[in-house]
C-alpha cells in the first residue's frame, strides 16, 4: 500500500546565523519520513537574479590614437549586474567615452554590439580581460582591432563617384544611423568594432536544485571528454534532484509549477528507508552553487510516495 505526504520547504526558515546566503541551507523535517519510493516536485518559486556580469572589474582594455603617432592603454570597469543588451551597451559606453571617444550601441535586430570612434587615424583595440566576458559581448577573438571607414569621395550624387561595383556603396559607408560630422554628414574616416556572432547575454539556461539525502543515479550529465580514456574535465551536476529552467527574465521570479513546466519526479529502487533533514544546494551547470546577489528567498514543495508497512 501507498502513502503521499506533501512536505514545504522554505529558505527562510533556515539558521541564517549558520546559512547566511539562501543558496545553501539545512532544514529539519518535525516529522519523520520512511520508506520512500518516489518524490515529485510540485511547485517551486526561485528568483532569477544570477548576473551575467558577475565580476565589472577590469572588464577590457582599450588601446587607442590620441595622435597618428601616439596611443594609450586604458583599463575600464562597470558594475556588476544582469544586463540586457541595450542596458550593457550604455553601461560601457558610460564608462568609455569621455575618455576614449567610442560610442557603443547595441543592435538589436542583429543580437550584436558595435563599437564606433569617429576622426581619421583614431584606430582601436579593444581587450576583454576573460573570454568569457568576450562571449558575451559576442566576440569569438581577442583582442580585436577595428576596422576603418574612409568617407574620402563624395557621397552618392557628388563627381567622379567609383565604387568597386555600379551603384553600390559598401557596408556601413554614408550610412545616416553611424557617425556624422558638425554639417549633418557622414564623417569622413571613423573605425568601428561589431561582434563577429551573437552575444550571449544568458549564460545560465537553468539552475540545478541539489538535496542530498534525495540524490539519484539516474540523472546524468554530458562532458566533453579529455582524452582517450574518457576522462572528464569539472564538476558536474550528475546526481541533483533536478533542473529548474531560467525562463523568466532578469530580476524576475521562476515559479516552476509541474503542470506547466514538466514532470520532474524522482524514483528510488531501494526506498529511502527514513528522512529526518534535507541539506538544499542550488548549482549552475558547472556542480557550483549560485550567487542569488541578496535575493536568497526560495521555496518549493515535494511530494513523497511511501510504503505503508504492514502491521
Same mark, same amino acid.
Given at each position: 500500500?501507498?502513502?503521499?505526504?506533501?512536505?514545504?520547504?522554505?529558505?527562510?526558515?533556515?539558521?541564517?546565523?549558520l546559512?547566511?546566503?539562501?543558496?545553501?541551507?539545512?532544514?529539519?523535517?518535525?516529522?519523520?519520513?520512511?520508506?520512500?519510493?518516489?518524490?515529485e516536485?510540485?511547485?517551486?518559486?526561485?528568483?532569477?537574479?544570477l548576473?551575467?556580469?558577475?565580476?565589472?572589474?577590469?572588464?577590457?582594455?582599450?588601446?587607442?590614437?590620441?595622435?597618428?603617432a601616439?596611443?594609450?592603454?586604458?583599463?575600464?570597469?562597470?558594475?556588476?549586474?544582469?544586463?540586457?543588451?541595450?542596458?550593457?551597451?550604455?553601461?560601457?559606453?558610460?564608462?568609455?567615452?569621455?575618455?576614449?571617444?567610442?560610442?557603443?550601441?547595441?543592435?538589436?535586430?542583429?543580437?550584436?554590439?558595435?563599437?564606433?570612434?569617429?576622426?581619421?587615424?583614431?584606430?582601436?583595440?579593444?581587450?576583454?580581460?576573460?573570454?568569457? =566576458?568576450? *562571449?558575451? %559581448? +559576442?566576440?569569438?577573438?581577442?583582442?580585436?582591432? @577595428?576596422?576603418? #571607414?574612409? &568617407?574620402?569621395?563624395?557621397?552618392?550624387?557628388?563627381?567622379?563617384?567609383?565604387?568597386?561595383?555600379?551603384?553600390?556603396?559598401?557596408l556601413?559607408?554614408?550610412?545616416?544611423?553611424?557617425?556624422?560630422?558638425a554639417?549633418?554628414?557622414?564623417?569622413?574616416?571613423?573605425?568601428?568594432?561589431?561582434?563577429?556572432?551573437?552575444?550571449?547575454?544568458?549564460?545560465?539556461?537553468?539552475?540545478?536544485?541539489?538535496?542530498?539525502?534525495?540524490?539519484t543515479?539516474f540523472?546524468?550529465?554530458?562532458?566533453?571528454?579529455?582524452?582517450?580514456?574518457?576522462?572528464?574535465?569539472?564538476?558536474? =551536476?550528475? *546526481?541533483? %534532484? +533536478?533542473?529548474?529552467?531560467?525562463?523568466?527574465? @532578469?530580476?524576475? #521570479?521562476? &515559479?516552476?509549477?509541474?503542470?506547466t513546466?514538466?514532470?520532474?519526479?524522482?524514483?528510488?529502487?531501494?526506498?529511502?528507508?527514513?528522512?529526518?533533514?534535507?541539506?538544499?544546494?542550488?548549482?549552475?551547470?558547472d556542480?557550483?552553487?549560485?550567487?542569488?546577489?541578496?535575493a536568497d528567498?526560495?521555496?518549493?514543495?515535494?511530494?513523497?510516495?511511501?510504503?505503508?508497512?504492514?502491521?
Amino acid at each position: 500500500m501507498n502513502e503521499v505526504k506533501n512536505l514545504f520547504v522554505s529558505s527562510r526558515n533556515r539558521d541564517t546565523a549558520l546559512y547566511p546566503s539562501g543558496n545553501n541551507y539545512v532544514l529539519h523535517l518535525t516529522n519523520l519520513i520512511k520508506d520512500i519510493h518516489r518524490v515529485e516536485l510540485l511547485t517551486c518559486s526561485v528568483p532569477n537574479t544570477l548576473y551575467n556580469i558577475v565580476d565589472g572589474s577590469n572588464i577590457m582594455d582599450i588601446e587607442y590614437d590620441i595622435t597618428p603617432a601616439i596611443s594609450n592603454t586604458y583599463t575600464y570597469n562597470i558594475p556588476q549586474g544582469f544586463y540586457s543588451g541595450s542596458g550593457l551597451a550604455n553601461e560601457v559606453r558610460a564608462a568609455i567615452y569621455l575618455s576614449s571617444g567610442i560610442e557603443v550601441i547595441y543592435k538589436g535586430n542583429e543580437g550584436k554590439f558595435f563599437f564606433k570612434r569617429t576622426g581619421k587615424s583614431r584606430g582601436f583595440t579593444i581587450t576583454f580581460k576573460t573570454n568569457e =566576458i568576450a *562571449r558575451i %559581448f +559576442g566576440f569569438t577573438t581577442n583582442p580585436i582591432t @577595428s576596422t576603418e #571607414i574612409n &568617407n574620402s569621395l563624395p557621397p552618392p550624387g557628388g563627381l567622379n563617384v567609383q565604387y568597386p561595383s555600379p551603384n553600390t556603396i559598401p557596408l556601413y559607408e554614408y550610412n545616416e544611423n553611424l557617425p556624422m560630422d558638425a554639417s549633418g554628414t557622414p564623417s569622413v574616416s571613423w573605425n568601428y568594432l561589431k561582434s563577429n556572432v551573437v552575444a550571449d547575454l544568458n549564460p545560465n539556461d537553468g539552475i540545478f536544485l541539489d538535496i542530498s539525502e534525495l540524490r539519484t543515479p539516474f540523472n546524468e550529465d554530458c562532458k566533453k571528454s579529455e582524452s582517450q580514456f574518457n576522462f572528464y574535465s569539472g564538476q558536474n =551536476i550528475s *546526481r541533483t %534532484f +533536478g533542473l529548474i529552467p531560467m525562463d523568466v527574465s @532578469s530580476g524576475a #521570479i521562476k &515559479n516552476f509549477k509541474k503542470e506547466t513546466d514538466y514532470d520532474l519526479t524522482t524514483s528510488y529502487p531501494n526506498p529511502i528507508s527514513s528522512l529526518d533533514r534535507l541539506t538544499i544546494q542550488w548549482l549552475n551547470k558547472d556542480g557550483h552553487r549560485v550567487n542569488f546577489n541578496g535575493a536568497d528567498d526560495n521555496s518549493f514543495i515535494l511530494r513523497f510516495h511511501t510504503f505503508i508497512r504492514s502491521l
